[in-house]
């Protein structure tokens, strides 16, 4: 079983990791959904909000918009990092989980970079 994290807001992908105010977290197995949890952040920080997905053995966030600095943070807690989601954050986990998220594979994402999508 692995977990997967989505910057959340209202159903919807949060556009910037360090303000998110909450994470959907998804437990996944065998590219199944087999539940989601939603977390508050408790605000802000991209510290506290490495060690919310971490406190929750996360493995993958997907989410909008992240700076370098937050990608890093991340990256050296063992959390893969796929950026450039918008929408439904239950939709953007299924396209994940079936090979067709379409992320950005940059080292940056923002709302003003090229990597948004749709």
Same mark, same amino acid.
């Given at each position: 079983?692995?977990?997967? !994290?989505? =910057?959340?807001? *209202?159903?919807?992908?949060?556009?910037?990791?360090?303000?998110?105010?909450?994470?959907?977290?998804?437990?996944?197995? *065998?590219? &199944?959904?087999? +539940?989601?949890?939603?977390?508050? =952040? /408790? /605000?802000?920080?991209?510290?506290?909000?490495?060690?919310?997905? =971490? +406190?929750?053995? =996360? &493995?993958?966030?997907?989410? /909008?918009?992240?700076?370098? /600095?937050? &990608?890093?943070?991340?990256?050296? !807690?063992?959390?893969?990092?796929? !950026?450039? !989601?918008?929408? +439904?954050?239950?939709?953007?986990?299924? @396209?994940?989980?079936?090979?067709?998220?379409?992320?950005?594979?940059? @080292?940056?994402? *923002? &709302?003003?970079?090229?990597?948004?999508?749709?």
């Amino acid at each position: 079983m692995e977990k997967v !994290a989505v =910057t959340y807001e *209202n159903g919807e992908v949060f556009q910037h990791f360090g303000h998110s105010p909450q994470f959907k977290i998804y437990k996944v197995e *065998n590219n &199944k959904i087999l +539940s989601s949890e939603i977390v508050e =952040t /408790g /605000g802000s920080g991209h510290g506290e909000l490495v060690d919310v997905l =971490t +406190s929750h053995d =996360t &493995k993958i966030l997907i989410c /909008g918009g992240i700076g370098g /600095g937050a &990608k890093n943070m991340l990256s050296e !807690a063992g959390i893969m990092v796929y !950026a450039g !989601a918008n929408g +439904s954050a239950d939709s953007q986990v299924e @396209a994940f989980l079936a090979g067709k998220f379409d992320f950005c594979r940059e @080292a940056t994402c *923002n &709302k003003d970079s090229h990597c948004r999508h749709h």
